[in-house]
Nanobody, 123 residues
């Protein structure tokens, strides 16, 4: 399974960016996908997640009202629309996918990560 992000870059404060992440390969289904971000010297933090089943979404308090997560089940793709960007949003953004495999022995979950995409917001 491969997870590939796209859409990072440099933007001025107050601007917008849209990230995409696609999961490809062999798997039964995607349970959920999410975006994390990390700055040097700090732990990776959760930004937003979305269920591919019922569409339930979760946002970190720091991005509520500014970021919108969505998905396209047919394309195995997740999006993150980021508006009103702030310098504090500068980080490497990582895509995470939780996929499900079904076997006779049961259902199993596996985690996959993208390589990360840099977002820099200038003041």
């Amino acid at each position: 399974v491969q997870v590939v992000e796209s859409g990072g870059g440099l933007v001025q404060a107050g601007g917008s960016l849209r990230l995409s992440c696609t999961a490809s390969g062999s798997f039964f289904a995607i349970n959920a996908m999410g975006w994390f971000r990390q700055v040097p010297g700090k732990q990776r933090e959760l930004v937003a997640t979305i269920s591919f089943g019922d569409g339930y979404t979760y946002y970190a308090d720091s991005v509520k009202g500014r970021f919108t997560i969505s998905r396209d089940n047919n394309k195995n793709t997740m999006y993150l629309q980021m508006n009103s960007l702030e310098p504090e949003d500068t980080a490497v953004y990582y895509c995470h996918a939780e996929v499900r495999e079904e076997y006779y022995s049961g259902s199993y979950r596996y985690d996959y990560w993208g390589q990360g995409t840099q977002i820099t917001v200038s003041a």
